[in-house]
């Protein structure tokens, strides 16, 4: 017992975190706006660090089960984790963009900021680096498809129909989400792994393998620590809005930090991949986290919405839809050949330091 709570140290911090921002909430709301800035960003740390461990325990259930299965779970550990923070956040009256603004934020980090960064520095560690360019390919087209379908149309929808598309874009969400499980786990399974050349491994002593994996104990901790992240939102949202009103900051501000908290431990497992010339890996963990964004976190919220029967804005802007289309026909041209480098991934990290530019400017 004691070297799990050990191990799970920055849990455990995340629960004492959460037990004393309750009984102190109306102290932290009321003490001033720079103390609820404070307090918010404090928590925000305490919500990364427990996502943290929940992404570790996604990580070894992944490395148990191996791919797609893996890299299927990091990514859904990742979207739980944004869409308990979106559905918290969501109910206590937050701005009717946020769900709209925190998806594309997340298909900017992961596509851009996360496959550009991996592709950068595993470029120059390692020059071309090769994976299966079915799997990109079908990423890519299901991107486009459920992003123009429930964020681009709905632009051109009267209000008066809002329900009736909104109920449509669920189905066609849970369509798509269906075929696409089919595919990674059936008969297309190949699409999304590749073989990598055999390395010559120094052969570790018997005595020093590690102990096998306890997936109950694995799955409990990743459950616990989304509910102690929901917890710690709860707070949290209250004191960040409290915290950014007035001061000028862009509403998307909000939303990019949502999509940072779920994506964190996924950029430090890309760069590992990267790194280690695991490029299959990165790309599952990008475009995957991307898409698995899109077609559960829609559904989800549109479902929230149809119950309470307050309608989100979810058609992008302008500006945001010209990002994502350049952004997926620049991953469609470099994610065409079987093999990234260091010049394809920089394309992918302009385009990132483009978006926190617009993002910062307002637009």
Same mark, same amino acid.
């Given at each position: ?18 037990? +004393? ?25 305490? +919500? ?5 461990r929940v992404a570790h325990h996604a990580e070894l259930l992944a490395e148990k089960v191996g791919d797609p299965y893996g890299t299927m779970i990091l990514t859904l550990a990742a979207v739980l984790v944004e869409v308990? +923070? ?30 550009g960064l991996a592709a950068l520095m595993g470029g120059i560690k390692h020059g071309e680096q090769s994976y299966n360019d079915d799997s990109a390919r079908s990423y890519s087209v299901m991107i486009l498809t459920a ?67 306890? $997936? ?51 950029? $430090? ?28 976190t829609v559904p989800v919220m549109e479902a929230m919405a149809l119950y309470t029967g307050q309608p989100f804005q979810m058609a992008m802007t302008p500006v945001q839809t010209v990002m994502i289309f350049i952004t997926?026909?620049?991953?469609? +041209? ?23 530019? $617009? ?5």
């Open positions: 017992m004691l070297t799990i709570l050990k191990q799970e140290s920055f849990l455990l911090l995340a629960v004492i975190a959460a037990c +004393i921002a309750y009984p102190l909430e109306h102290w932290m709301l009321h003490s001033g706006q720079v103390v609820a800035l404070i307090c918010g960003l404090v928590l925000i740390a305490f +919500i990364v660090a427990a996502s943290m308990v +923070i979106l559905a918290i956040m969501m109910s206590n009256e937050a701005s009717p963009t946020l769900v709209r603004d925190t998806i594309y934020s997340a298909v900017m980090l992961d596509i851009n900021g996360i496959l992003m123009g379908v429930s964020m681009v149309v709905p632009e051109f929808i009267p209000e008066a129909n809002w329900k009736i598309y909104s109920a449509f874009t669920i189905g066609a969400m849970v369509v798509l989400y269906a075929l696409f499980l089919r595919m990674q786990v059936g008969p297309h399974s190949y699409f999304f792994s590749y073989s990598y050349p055999d390395k010559r491994r120094r052969k570790e002593p018997l005595e020093q393998e590690p102990k096998p994996l306890s $997936l109950g104990l694995s799955i409990g901790i990743l459950v616990f620590g989304v509910v102690v992240i929901g917890a710690l939102a709860e707070v949290m949202s209250k004191t960040l809005d409290l915290g950014l009103e007035g001061t000028g900051a862009p509403p998307v501000i909000t939303a990019i930090l949502v999509a940072a908290i779920s994506a964190a431990p996924e950029i $430090l497992t890309a760069l590992r991949a990267a790194l280690a010339n695991r490029m299959q890996s990165v790309v599952n963990i990008a475009m995957g986290a991307s898409l698995s964004t899109v077609i559960l997926l026909i620049v991953s469609a +041209i470099n994610l065409n050949d079987g093999e990234t480098n260091a010049i394809e991934g920089m394309t992918h990290f302009v385009l990132f330091a483009t978006f926190i530019m $617009l993002s910062l400017l307002g637009l």
